[in-house]
């Protein structure tokens, strides 16, 4: 059993910055890739970034490459998702979440996940 726990959501104007973390107890950190989903009002959970267990290999989705950047530092047990030049449509709950092995983009096959955390951008 892993147990996630996220911070660093809250509210910020269009164009501005928040870092998300996500921090890891149970198993060895290292043994799982991490991902970050995001979910709106009355819409489906969509992916947003993932990372291998050794940091060395991430995916974003289209709509934020060149804004946001998911690292982690296993000595810490601590995944994080640094959001610059935030939009309106960035608007979601974000959360973490974990799985054994290899990144992936589809939250079925994620086995853990946060408690999710609410990311709100003014326009």
């Known amino acids: 059993q892993v147990q996630l726990v996220q911070s660093g959501g809250g509210l910020v104007q269009a164009g501005g910055s928040l870092r998300l973390s996500c921090t890891a107890s149970?198993?060895?950190?290292?043994?799982?890739?991490m991902g970050w989903f995001r979910q709106a009002p009355g819409k489906e959970r969509k992916f947003v970034a993932t990372i291998s267990g050794s940091g060395d290999n991430t995916y974003y989705v289209d709509s934020v490459k060149g804004r946001f950047t998911i690292s982690r530092d296993n000595a810490k047990n601590t995944v994080f998702l640094q959001m610059n030049s935030l939009k309106a449509e960035d608007t979601a709950v974000y959360y973490c979440?974990?799985?054994?092995?290899?990144?992936?983009?589809?939250?079925?096959?994620?086995?853990?996940w946060g408690q999710g955390t609410q990311v709100t951008v003014s326009s």
């Open positions: 979440a974990a799985v054994q092995g290899t990144p992936s983009a589809q939250y079925l096959l994620y086995d853990y």
């Open positions: 149970g198993r060895t950190f290292n043994n799982y890739a």
